[in-house]
């Protein structure tokens, strides 16, 4: 069935370094979004990637979807303790669908 | 965007039993989902919670054992029946709002079965 996978499954950074989360689907997609869940808390939908090749930034979020639509990036600059937390992707089962699954995350802890 | 208002925020319950879970949305919206998050492990879709009909479940999920109502547009509730332990989770609903995109998510219900 329809995987999407995220490496690395944990990331401890010090503060100020930078972070990649990587995301790879089994499948092509016609998009692909970006949660941010804090710990104890829930999914915060960040943003929402369509074209091939699409580089998109929030403040020190880059979010980058691949040129084949399987596989997508999230780079944090200069780390925050803030930015604390499990990074998801998701992507839509099936094509014509608001279903989505969700890959299986990354786990940022940022020491001060 | 929609705001989602959840309750229960936890229960613990003995196996055997049931719990319903409710979700509000603050506005209309069109899709609204459930997903179930084991601590520390990812989200897994459960069922789309159709307006007026009966829900649509994903494999592995049937509506015995987790029925789902939607009687309008901003109101849903998933009830966890005859719990086992195995059913320890957290469960989410969510909804696509006007935008058309993104979810938002409840604030989750943290569900213990002893």
């Known amino acids: 069935g329809q995987q999407v996978m995220q490496i690395p499954q944990y990331q401890h950074v010090q503060e100020g370094e930078d972070f990649t989360t990587y995301c790879n689907s089994s499948t092509t997609l016609s998009n692909i979004q970006w949660y941010k869940q804090r710990p104890g808390g829930h999914p915060v939908f960040l943003i929402q990637?369509?074209?091939?090749?699409e580089v998109k930034k929030q403040k020190r979020l880059t979010f980058q979807f691949g040129e084949a639509k399987k596989n997508s990036s999230l780079h944090i600059t200069a780390t925050q303790t803030t930015d604390v937390g499990t990074y998801f992707c998701?992507?839509?089962?099936?094509?014509?669908?608001?279903?989505?699954?969700f890959g299986t995350g990354t786990r940022l802890k940022v020491l001060a | 965007s929609a705001v989602i208002s959840q309750k229960p925020s936890r229960d613990i319950c003995q196996r055997g039993t049931s719990l319903t879970i409710q979700c509000q949305v603050d506005s209309q919206v069109t899709m609204m989902f459930w997903y179930r998050q084991q601590p520390g492990q990812s989200l897994t879709l459960i069922a789309t919670a159709n307006q007026g009909s009966e829900a649509t479940y994903e494999s592995g999920f049937v509506i015995d054992k987790f029925p789902i109502s939607r009687p309008n547009l901003t109101f849903s509730t998933l009830t966890v029946s005859n719990m086992s332990p195995e059913d320890s989770s957290i469960y989410l609903c969510?909804?696509?709002?006007?935008?058309?995109?993104?979810?938002?998510f409840g604030s989750g219900t943290r569900l213990t079965v002893v």
């Open positions: 990637l369509v074209k091939s090749g």
């Open positions: 969510s909804a696509v709002g006007v935008r058309g995109y993104g979810y938002t």
């Open positions: 998701a992507g839509p089962i099936g094509s014509g669908t608001y279903k989505y699954i």
